[in-house]
């Protein structure tokens, strides 16, 4: 049975236990049977919206619904991917480098969420990249969208049981750190999931073995191999030396931007850029033993003093990867590349 059928049939079961219960018409400690009337309105609405917000975080995607999602994509095509990609707002452009492809809108595709965001094209699509066979999310999901982190992050799932072993994660974010500029690349070293320290995570929820293990250690999250890659492919390509960082990733809810305030909080913290996305695709990918690389495209500065004009708009965050495509698409392509030598390696040991 579908898994988040259960979590709502449980919570619904929760629900119903306040009106079951409640005594109509009678005088409880000398309250009125009217009072009582409201308060038990009251009650059932706060209930109805804790199973709400309940549903909203709960897990999507039992292993049978991945499955079949995996099975349908993958009798629809004949390329096996090594690698998943998922292309950021305004990074499109990667999925557009593969040869030979297959697509598949996700309307076309059984339970699959489809994408509100422009810039997020909502395709998948399987090709080569570098001669490396690769499936790309062509638009993702966000939190903001009103998909819970599980659903956001279930195509992970999916680029798991299709075959992948590597993902490549891609954002567009704002720099909090004021040696970063517009147009820089940053490297996603570590990341901070403030989500996950209000307790909203994409593993909330009965854990299934045959994904992951139920508690995950994420001090290795981002692959130094596939770090150290990137950094060494700057040395080859034009122009990419002298944009490349390195940092710490922080994914807020959004979609508003944040307050002066919580810019200045976070960069205590020791966040460098923030967004809205990829820190639940990295939990989730770590979570069925992916190996993981993200990059940030730096879209603007964030508002770090009242003085300053908030230029946020996110048009302008989708053109500033347009005008990046070259050198992003070089990247990630040479990193892919690694990829197919590290499987010849392999198979010659
Ligand atoms: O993270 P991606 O999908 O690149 O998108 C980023 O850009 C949007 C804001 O302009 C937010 O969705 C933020 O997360």
């Known amino acids: 049975m579908n898994r988040a059928a259960t979590v709502n049939e449980v919570s619904n079961g929760?629900?119903?236990?306040?009106?079951?219960?409640?005594?109509?018409?009678?005088?409880?400690?000398?309250?009125?049977?009217?009072?009582?009337?409201?308060?038990?309105?009251?009650l059932f609405c706060f209930s109805c919206f804790l199973s709400l917000t309940n549903t909203n975080l709960a897990s999507y995607g039992s292993f049978e619904m991945v499955q079949e999602i995996a099975t349908y994509l993958l009798d629809r095509t004949r390329i096996r991917p090594q690698c998943g990609i998922i292309c950021g707002s305004g990074l499109g452009c990667l999925a557009e480098q593969l040869t030979d492809?297959?697509?598949?809108?996700?309307?076309?595709?059984?339970?699959?969420?489809?994408s509100t965001v422009p810039g997020h094209v909502g395709r998948l699509?399987?090709?080569?990249?570098?001669?490396?066979?690769?499936?790309?999310m062509q638009g993702r999901f966000h939190y903001y969208e009103g998909y819970s982190l599980a659903k956001c992050s279930m195509p992970v799932r999916v680029m798991r049981l299709v075959g992948c072993t590597h993902l490549i994660a891609t954002n567009a974010a704002g720099a909090i750190n004021n040696n970063f500029h517009v147009g820089d690349i940053m490297l996603i070293k570590d990341h901070i999931n403030l989500m996950g320290f209000a307790g909203n995570c994409p593993l909330l929820g009965p854990n299934d073995d045959r994904f992951g293990p139920r508690f995950l250690g994420m001090a290795k999250a981002y692959?130094?191999?596939?770090?150290?890659?990137?950094?060494?492919?700057?040395?080859?390509?034009?122009?990419?030396?002298?944009?490349?960082?390195?940092?710490?990733y922080c994914c807020v809810g959004g979609p508003n931007f944040e307050t002066v305030a919580e810019g200045r909080l976070l960069s205590l913290l020791g966040v460098d850029a923030i967004g809205m996305s990829t820190v639940h695709e990295i939990i989730t990918a770590r979570h069925c033993g992916m190996t993981c690389f993200a990059f940030s495209l730096i879209t603007n500065m964030c508002t770090m003093s009242y003085e300053e004009e908030e230029e946020h708009c996110h048009e302008t965050f989708v053109d500033v990867g347009r005008q990046l495509e070259g050198r992003i698409?070089?990247?990630?392509?040479?990193?892919?590349?690694?990829?197919?030598?590290?499987?010849?390696?392999?198979?010659?040991?």
Request: glycine share 10%.
């Open 14 to 42: 929760q629900q119903q236990q306040p009106n079951k219960t409640k005594p109509s018409g009678k005088r409880i400690n000398g309250l009125s049977s009217s009072v009582q009337d409201i308060a038990g309105l009251l």
């Open 101 to 114: 492809v297959d697509s598949f809108d996700y309307e076309t595709i059984p339970h699959f969420p489809v």
């Open 125 to 136: 699509v399987f090709g080569y990249l570098a001669g490396v066979p690769v499936l790309c």
């Open 223 to 248: 692959d130094p191999g596939m770090l150290q890659v990137a950094k060494d492919t700057a040395k080859h390509v034009p122009g990419l030396g002298s944009i490349l960082r390195e940092g710490v």
């Open 329 to 349: 698409c070089e990247l990630v392509t040479r990193v892919v590349g690694t990829i197919r030598s590290e499987a010849n390696g392999r198979k010659k040991e």
